[in-house]
Each structure stands twice: as C-alpha cells, then as structure tokens.
C-alpha cells in the first residue's frame, strides 16, 4: 500500500473491491494487481471484441503506458482546445463542506450526530488503510465513526453478530463490511446481514431492484456511480434524451451507473467484454462513464467530438521516471480523449475522489432518514 | 371484453395491466383503451422522438391501421423471401405439454401437485375473465388453482389476511393479485405482502434487483419478458455477443427484457419516448424487442437487414372490414419488417400466448424448489 499515496486513489480503489457480489469484479487498480504486475510493457493491440473481463485474469495484461494521438488524425480534432477538465477533487471537496453544514444544523437542531461502523476482519495492510481513511474522512466532516476488528480467524458468526449490534445500535446509520473477507466466510450471508436501512453500499439486491424500477426509490444509490453522475449535474451536463454508453457492467459500477443514466432519461447502452466492434457504439455517445480497469483503452477515435467522458479506471502503469516506477491512467487514453471530448475528468483527481464524498453523502442521508430530520 | 375473443389476448392483455408499480405502465391492448378508442384513423405522424408513453395518454391517439412498404424501398430487401415466423401459439402449446409431463412426474414421484392461488376484489368484468383464463390454464396441465373473491368493498386488511393465508397455505405455490385493484387500496403495500417464494409474476424489487445483479439469481423471471427469451432459445437464435435494442422501459416488460438479454451477453440499449432518432439505434440491432404498446411504429426502415423482431405489442386499429370493426396489430409495422428481418413474432400469436405458459412455468418452478424437486 505505500505505493500509492493519494487519499482518494485509495478511497476509490477500496471501494472498487467492494463488491456484495463474489463474481462482479471490477478490474481497478488494486494490491492483488499490482503484485501481478508485468515487467514488460507491450503495445496496445487493437482487437475485435474489448478483452477486459475473464481474459484479462487468465491472459498476462497488455499495458499502454501512453496513447499517441496519431489515431485520431482522421477526426474532427482541435488541438488548440482541449476539453473541460471535470475537477472531481474540487467537487468532492465542496460536498464535504456541505455534508459538514449539514451535519451541524443537524446536531444543532435535534441533537443527532450520523454514525458509520466498519467491520474489519483481519490483518491485511490495505484493508487497514482503507479503514483509516473512511475514518479520517469521517472525522473532516464530523460523522461518528465505529469501529470493529476481528481476528483473521474469527467465525461468521462473531462477524454477524457484530453486524447485528451495530444494526441495532441507534447511534451507528451507516454499515460497511470492509472487504475482502477470510476466504473461509461467505460474503454474501455477511453483506445481506446488514439491515437495508443503513446499507450505504447501496449493493442490496433489493437495493438493486429498486434503482432498476420506475416508480420506485432507492435507499442508497452505490457510490461510485452516484459519483459520476454528480459530477454531471455539478457541471450542468444534460442527460435528458441524450446517448449515453457505459463500459463494464459490474454490480458495482457498471450496472447501477446505466440504471442511473436511465432514471434521468438517457438512452443508455452497455458495453462490455462481449461487445463486438465497442468502438462504433461508444463512438455514438455524448455521454461515456468507463469502468473495466484498462489503461488507455477507450482511445480518441472511440469518441464522438464534444462527448462528455467519466473515467472511473485506475490502472497501474510502469513508469521509470516516477519515483515509484509505476504511475495511474483511466481507462481512456486522456491525450488523445481530450482532444476530441468536451469535458472529461481526469485520473487522479476525476471520480476517485467522489466515492469517499458519497459515502459520507449517504451517511447523513441515512441518518436524516432514520430521525426524518430534513 | 366480448371484443377480445382469443385467449392467448386476454391472458397476455391482462399481464401488461398487471404491473406491481403504479407508475410504470405499459401502454398495451386494455379495456381502458378501447373505451378511449379514436373514432377518426389518422396517418402516422413521424417525429423526431418517440412518442409513447406520457403523450400517448394526453393526446387523442395517432392509429396506423396499415403500413405501406415504400418506406423500405431504400433498404436492401427482398421481396421474395419473408423472415420466418416465430410461432408463439405453438411453442406456448409445447412448453404446456412439456409442463404437464413434469406435473405428472411430480405427483407419482413425491405426490405434490402445483397450486396457483389468485385473488380477485371487485366485479370488473374483464378481471373476472382474466381469472377465468388463468384457471382453464391451470386445468389443462394440471396445476391446482384456488381462487379469492373479494367485494369491491372490501378494506386492504381484508385483502392482506388472504394473501397471509395463501402465503402460509402449503398447497399454493405461486400467488397473483389481480389487477388493478379498487383505488382505495395501496397496490404496492398489497402486492409486497406476497411471500417472494410465492411471487410468481417475479415483481418484487428484491428479484428485480438480483436480475440485475451478476452472480445473483431471481427466485422468478417476469413472465412476459421470459417468453420473449424463450421463443428466442427456441428458435436456436443466438444472443451471446449480438446488439439488442429494447424498445420501452416499463417495469414489466422492457426493463426486465433488457436485463435478461444482458445476462445472455447482449449489448444492449433501451429506446424510450425520450430517446431522438430512435431508428438509428434499432437499425444496429440484431434483436429487437418492441414493448410500447404504439400500433405499426416500428416500419421497415427501422430495421437491419436479417434482424430478428419480437413484438410484445398488441393494440387495436379500426378495420371496418373486421366483424368487431377493428383487429389487432403490434407494434412493429409486420408486413414491412417480414420482408427485412430474418424472423419476427406475429401478433396475435407470438409473445402473447407465451406470457401465461411462463406464468404456468413458473408455478410449476416454484412448486420444484420448495419441495426440492428435480
């Protein structure tokens, strides 16, 4: 974990492991990545169909350390002016505050201070870091946070009956399970244990199900996507009626970012390692948000001039002039993208940094609901 | 309901009126429309946006009772070869007697037989007929069907206790609330007290949510959308890698669609009356599934050469030529598109006559899992 440095590079790649679901695997950027590393950088190959998904885990990893802009000679490219860089750590910064106000009017008013649990199970470093920062977090914009550390070897049940205070604890309106598990624990039985009311993952199939319904509600909108599509209303991007195309259609990210787009009235269309030909799809979007987890992926000729473009990837790449000899890109090439698109956000410092900004959002949201405070 | 004489009709009318969501509505063949039916046949009017959904229920409806060839004539069609017929009549006839064998298994083998219980409140005529419907089903392949009838005037507590009663009633496998229930009832409260083990329209959030979810599974697959895929698999019709337009988003039809093609590895998008050009996106599509309820709108020109078209459709137009003075049409504007694409459902006679044998599927399902039954 001292490889990466930044808060919300590690906030954000936390929350990419995540996942309630043990077969969704968004390919971000994490510890288990980077000690499979490669140390050879090849050259990006072109193919028909993306290659992200299960063959990314079988096959060794083609890394594009940088995009050339050679590829979008053909489109219609300015290069005096380039696109609206989307600062997400700005964003995220003022909803702190926000979230901070909030939190003071509350207490204020009727006494109430939001509370988030994280249960951590184990010794793994990052997970430990992980859980430091939420708290750090927490203790910027004044939510209370808890905490409860197991032992490696602990029992489902010591897990669950911890849920089970914290589910009952008045104090506590935010539940997360830090993840990964022991792997002698099934994940599911953990994460379905925390009561939907104080879910802030949002990952609850029923939770799922609502998001996906017209007419219905969500308790929790998952945070990731619900980052993305708060930079969009932050820079008065429309959705309404617009074309929007999602890449990876993991329960984390992926699924819940196009049921979103599509509760705001975007054709959306989802693209993803089965895909023939995404390129021609993606091409047609005045709204992209990526998230396989390959660098450089999305190049600029994938996208149409004046689309709007939400990186969600961070992905290693080898970097001998960084000190640490590695550095972070998205999934879009950002040299070539920036040249075509008209806003786009940059990795680090575009949705990373969102996440943690959600998470805090949807503690207090949660608590406002529980005292029906407004 | 004297004007709908096929079953097939009035079973699949019925479902698209059945929606759990008070909001989401799925502008198909109902009695309400036809006590609104435009007495003037108007030409069909092209617009740069879709015009179902909301419009469709403020404006006098804009009926096309036939449509010309000529707007294909561009197209590369040949008007020698017609696409294939799907025949729904005859694969729902299949999949009944399938049904039947592995009730009779079951009753010799562990003495089970499936039970469907429905609950009726109020005199409606044509809910009356839908039941009736429901149980002449259930009686050719041997399903038991019990049945609740309940006054108009009936209180929600009234209606709750039966659905308690048929929810702990060790017989009754599968339960329906026919709707639309007296307006002095809460829909959505009355149809969340259905066990979801017993939920056989597959409505609840919660299942909705795990359709939704990789790596979830839903206890039941709504069944007009799951006929639709299974006239697709019977036809040997391949959905992995394919693109897929669906062609609405309503809870009970095109959303779940939508889902259950990209469980099957589609690349799919949803075309909505939000959406602008909607005919671009549905000429890319190698599958359509049409679910508006806006009669012919899908022409020729909407449609890529050899693509295959499901149309969950089936709206009345006038045809003084017709004893009843008007017959049915689905969406897709048939004689253009038989002469482009590669199959397409008829209507009536395609999806319709699918959706109660996947009801009868689904009971017969939900009987297997809660007796362990294979």
Same mark, same amino acid.
């Given at each position: 974990?001292?490889?990466?440095?930044?808060?919300?590079?590690?906030?954000?790649?936390?929350?990419s492991s995540?996942s309630?679901?043990?077969?969704a695997r968004?390919?971000l950027?994490?510890t288990a990545?980077?000690?499979n590393?490669?140390?050879t950088?090849?050259?990006?190959?072109?193919s028909n169909?993306?290659?992200?998904?299960i063959?990314?885990?079988?096959s060794?990893?083609?890394?594009i350390?940088?995009c050339s802009?050679s590829?979008t000679s053909?489109?219609?490219?300015n290069n005096?002016t380039?696109?609206?860089?989307i600062?997400g750590?700005?964003v995220?910064?003022?909803?702190?505050?926000e979230i901070?106000?909030?939190?003071?009017r509350?207490k204020?008013e009727i006494?109430?201070?939001?509370g988030?649990?994280v249960i951590?199970?184990?010794?793994?470093?990052?997970?430990?870091t992980?859980?430091?920062n939420?708290?750090?977090a927490?203790?910027?914009?004044?939510i209370?946070?808890y905490?409860a550390?197991?032992?490696?070897?602990s029992t489902?049940?010591e897990?669950?009956?911890?849920?089970?205070?914290?589910?009952?604890?008045p104090?506590?309106?935010?539940?997360?399970?830090?993840?990964p598990?022991p792997?002698?624990m099934?994940?599911?039985n953990?994460?379905?244990?925390?009561?939907i009311?104080k879910d802030v993952d949002?990952?609850?199939?029923l939770?799922?199900?609502?998001?996906?319904m017209?007419?219905?509600e969500?308790?929790f909108v998952?945070?990731?996507?619900?980052?993305c599509?708060?930079?969009?209303?932050r820079y008065?991007?429309?959705?309404?009626?617009?074309?929007?195309?999602v890449?990876?259609r993991?329960?984390i990210?992926?699924?819940?970012?196009?049921?979103?787009?599509q509760r705001e009235?975007?054709?959306?269309?989802?693209?993803?390692?089965r895909t023939?030909?995404?390129?021609e799809i993606t091409?047609?979007?005045?709204?992209?948000i990526?998230a396989?987890?390959?660098p450089?992926m999305?190049? !600029?000729s994938?996208?149409k001039?004046? *689309?709007?473009?939400?990186d969600v990837? /961070?992905? =290693? %790449?080898?970097?001998?002039?960084? +000190?640490?000899?590695?550095?972070?890109? !998205?999934d879009?090439?950002?040299?070539? *993208?920036?040249?075509?698109a008209s806003a /786009?956000? =940059? %990795?680090p410092?575009?949705?990373g +940094?969102?996440?943690?900004?959600m998470?805090?959002?949807?503690?207090l949201?949660? *608590?406002?609901?529980?005292?029906?405070?407004r």
């Open positions: 974990m001292a490889l990466i440095d930044t808060a919300s590079t590690m906030i954000f790649t936390d929350y995540s309630s679901s043990s077969t968004l390919l950027f994490n990545k980077l000690r590393f490669p140390k950088i090849s050259t990006f190959r072109r169909s993306l290659q992200f998904g063959s990314s885990r079988t060794p990893r083609t890394i350390t940088h802009s590829s053909a489109m219609q490219v005096e380039f696109a609206k860089v600062d750590k700005r995220a910064q003022d909803i702190r505050e901070g106000v909030e939190i003071s509350m204020e006494g109430i201070v939001p988030l649990a951590l199970v184990g010794d793994r470093k990052d997970s430990a992980y859980v430091r939420k708290k750090k927490c203790d910027t914009v004044g209370n946070s905490e550390r197991l032992a490696e070897d489902e049940e897990v669950l009956n911890h849920i089970s205070k914290f589910n009952d604890d104090s506590v309106h935010g539940i997360l399970v830090q993840l598990l792997s002698h099934n994940e599911q953990i994460l379905n244990a925390v009561c009311e949002g990952f609850h199939p939770n799922i199900g609502r998001l996906a017209r007419g219905r969500p308790l998952p945070c990731t996507p619900k980052g599509i708060e930079l969009l209303h008065d991007i429309p959705i309404k009626g617009k074309r929007a195309v890449i990876g993991s329960n990210v992926g699924m819940p970012a196009a049921l979103l787009l009235d975007a054709t959306v269309s989802i693209v993803h390692s023939k030909n995404p390129e091409r047609q979007a005045d709204i992209i990526s396989v987890g390959q450089n999305v190049r !600029g994938w996208v001039p004046g *689309a709007v473009l939400i990837g /961070i992905n =290693p %790449v080898e970097d001998p002039a960084s +000190p640490r000899g590695y550095r972070l890109v !998205g879009i090439c950002y040299d070539e *993208a920036r040249k075509v /786009i956000t =940059p %990795v410092g575009g949705v +940094p969102m996440t943690i900004a998470l805090l959002s949807n503690t949201l949660s *608590a406002k609901r529980i005292h029906n405070f």
